[in-house]
């Protein structure tokens, strides 16, 4: 029965992301989703990278691990399901949420961007000095 429930409440989110989302929002999508995971990165504030890694996972945004770290960037790989809608949904909500998470744990200026892949999402997050 909870795989049931798991597949309906993927569908619902796939729904909204894919159909809904977009058809609100227009060619202001990514900046919206952008703004808005940086909104939610501040509601719900990580401590460490794990604490990043965990909401991922508890949000239904895919399996992230922490790929590597130099001077002034981060690379997260993001692994994406083999459903094509989940292949084809925009990253930028995740990408602004990365972004102020390492904003707050580094203390400076940050951004993301997203290198897409066929079976993997890089997101880089670049930090000012």
């Known amino acids: 029965m909870e795989e049931k429930e798991n597949n309906n409440s993927n569908f619902s989110y796939t729904l909204l992301r894919n159909t809904l989302i977009p058809e609100l929002l227009g060619q ?5 989703l952008y ?3 940086k909104t939610i990165a501040r509601k719900y504030p ?3 990278i794990e604490d990043i890694l965990t909401f991922f996972q508890k949000a239904g945004w895919g399996e992230l691990t922490a790929a590597k770290e130099k001077r002034r960037e981060f690379h997260f790989d993001l692994k994406l399901p083999q459903a094509k ?16 998470q390492i904003e707050k744990l580094k203390g400076k ?3 993301t961007y997203i290198m897409e892949k066929k079976k993997q999402i890089t997101f880089e997050v670049h930090w000012d000095r």
């Not at 202001?28 to 919206?32: G, K, L, V």
């Open 35 to 37: 703004w808005g995971g």
């Open 46 to 48: 990580a401590e460490n």
């Open 28 to 32: 202001e999508e990514a900046d919206i």
């Open 109 to 111: 200026t940050a951004e």
């Open 85 to 100: 809608e989940h292949q084809e949904m925009d990253r930028h909500l995740e990408a602004g949420f990365l972004a102020e």
